[in-house]
């Protein structure tokens, strides 16, 4: 039984940070690729990040680059995105995702505003 919990979301003020957290379960987390999608109102689900087996993350959402950072902690089985000079645009429901599984955490709200 595969499961993900997205934990970390929350009410933050622009510039400001927030580190997300996905706990994996059900598989051997440490073999297999993880990403980090988000969705907005309104908007279709993006790739934000992503991160293969080793520990070599990519962003993929050209809008966070420089400011976000995906890791992975393989003795935790926890999957990471950390979120820095946040903007009112990246406002969005975050959801941790395992592709090889086709499974999805149940999403952490994002709510960057003054």
């Known amino acids: 039984q595969v499961q993900l919990v997205e934990s970390g979301g929350g009410l933050v003020q622009p510039g400001g940070s927030l580190r997300l957290s996905c706990a994996a379960s059900?598989?051997?987390?440490?073999?297999?690729?993880m990403k980090w999608y988000r969705q907005a109102p309104g908007k279709e689900r993006e790739l934000v990040a992503t991160i293969i087996s080793s520990g070599v993350g990519t962003i993929n959402a050209d809008s966070v680059k420089g400011r976000f950072t995906i890791f992975r902690d393989n003795a935790k089985n926890t999957l990471y995105l950390q979120m820095n000079s946040l903007k009112p645009e990246d406002t969005a429901v975050y959801y941790c995702?395992?592709?090889?599984?086709?499974?999805w955490g149940q999403g952490t709200q994002v709510t960057v505003s003054s």
């Open positions: 995702n395992a592709p090889r599984w086709g499974k």
């Open positions: 059900g598989f051997t987390f440490s073999s297999y690729t």
